[in-house]
């Protein structure tokens, strides 16, 4: 309860917050003798504009038959009643306003701190297409969706999430096409959410995917309004988060990690010969190694003569089996990659290049691994960073399949196929399957995926996302 006497409520206060320094507590008189304290945090509110539109305001013009609300020229002006929501609104970046004599205080919203400009993400960067990225600032975040998506029904629920942070969440979707179904499920996942902290989306991910266990994330995420926006107009829901530039997306598909947001912004020939090309490269990054162990281990009658005879004069001296030797090549790969992100940019590239050329070249020299194996590691290098999206799994499962190559020969790598394959499939996210459109098999779906047709083929939705307002747009005539 907020008590008219000032001191009593400044002393409150400074309990409440354990007389942090940065906790500012100005007592001050209006002309009319009324006595007031201003409440906030150092460095959370534009004092240039407090100084001068409100107390300013205040001091001049605030008497005892007049009101607060009458006096400060601002539309952002709240009554409070009980010292909880006093506490929310001061770490909250806003002020916090007490009159002697009334058990009544005012909250003003004059928050302001230092964010990042909008910019084009480095991890999510086109040729054409908008370069604009969100920030950290979830407010920028649901301006910047605004500005793609002009429509009344776009909604926007907000959240608080983690005992001790308080971190603002917000789950967007576009009324009347979003799948209702999804929608409940999600906000049943984030009320369940209890814990400490949420400093990044990726708590929030952890904590509502379906499957935990899995190698490959159900929940996927973007820096891009564009991408976003797409995919809120199929029906799905986005989960922004305060404080990252990550926004998580559900429900996700595996198919859409062959996918980019170029795409759709290029001639659909060319879109399909690039999607063709980075589902090739999955296979190739995930199973080459293995592939290579077992055939050089198990299967050398099924390598050509000419390769079989260049591959055993690369290997001539080498002192590990070819599998220690690919397991070695993919770790240092995984350090290499590992240390050029951790490191400054201008060191990290320098980093790279040396793990890359020079540790290689003089490893070959020094006869521990074959020339063979460092082309072969190249490769499968290239291949993974041509589909970010699904690294983390590539990363794990091409490990599996190395294992399984070693010991099994060809058949494990074809029965490590069949597992991963027979993983995908039984995935869902948010009660769609992952594996849609191919798994279960769907026609209209089909028409966008390693393939993409024109944009007049794109009638319809996505069926397993989509139930409500599912037309996008009318068939072409003659259709």
Partial sequence: ????????????????????????????????????????????????????????????????????????????????????????????????????????????????????????????????????????????????????????????????????????????????????????????????????????????????????????????????????????????????????PHVLVVPTLFIEGIMSSEDYYRRPYFSSFLRLLRAFAFFVTIYLPGAFVALMLYHQEMIPTVLLISAAGAREGVPLPVAIEIIIMVIVLELTKESGLRLPKNIGATVSIVGALVLGQAAVQAKLIGALTVILISITALTEFIIPELVQGIVLYRLVVIFLGGFFGLYGVVCAF???????????????????????????????TVVRLHKKRFIFRPEAIAKENVKRQEPPKGE
Avoid at 227 to 235: C, F, P, V, Y
Avoid at 431 to 448: M, S, T
Wanted: aromatic fraction near 8%; glycine fraction near 6%.
């Fill in 418 to 448: 069949a597992a991963i394959t027979m993983h995908i499939i039984s995935l869902n996210s948010f009660g769609v399957p992952f594996g849609w459109p191919i798994a279960p098999r769907n026609n209209r779906g089909l028409k966008d």
């Fill in 1 to 244: 309860m907020i008590s008219k006497k000032i001191d009593v409520n400044k002393k409150e206060i400074e309990n409440i917050f354990n007389n942090v320094p940065d906790l500012v507590a100005y007592e001050f008189q209006t002309k009319s003798k009324i006595k007031m304290m201003a409440c906030y945090i150092e460095g959370l509110i534009d004092k240039n504009l407090f100084d001068r539109d409100i107390l300013k305001a205040l001091i001049f013009y605030l008497d005892k038959h007049k009101d607060i609300k009458d006096v400060i020229l601002t539309s952002k002006v709240n009554e409070l009643n009980n010292m909880e929501d006093i506490e929310k609104e001061i770490i909250g970046g806003n002020i916090v306003i007490f009159m002697e004599g009334c058990r009544t205080c005012y909250t003003v919203e004059l928050s302001k701190w230092d964010k990042r400009a909008v910019e084009q993400p480095q991890a999510e960067s086109v040729v054409r297409g908008p370069k604009e990225g969100f920030i950290e600032d979830i407010a920028v975040n649901k301006v910047l969706l605004r500005r793609k998506i002009k429509n009344s029904n776009l909604i926007f629920e907000d959240y608080r999430l983690g005992k001790q942070t308080n971190t603002e969440v917000s789950i967007a979707y576009i009324k009347g096409i979003v799948n209702q179904d999804v929608l409940d499920e999600v906000k049943n996942r984030l009320k369940e959410i209890n814990i400490d902290a949420v400093l990044e989306s990726g708590y929030i991910e952890e904590l509502i995917e379906d499957n935990t266990n899995s190698f490959f994330a159900t929940v996927s995420n973007s820096e891009k309004p564009d991408i976003i926006a797409g995919k809120i107009l199929e029906g799905r829901v986005a989960i922004f988060t305060d404080g990252t």
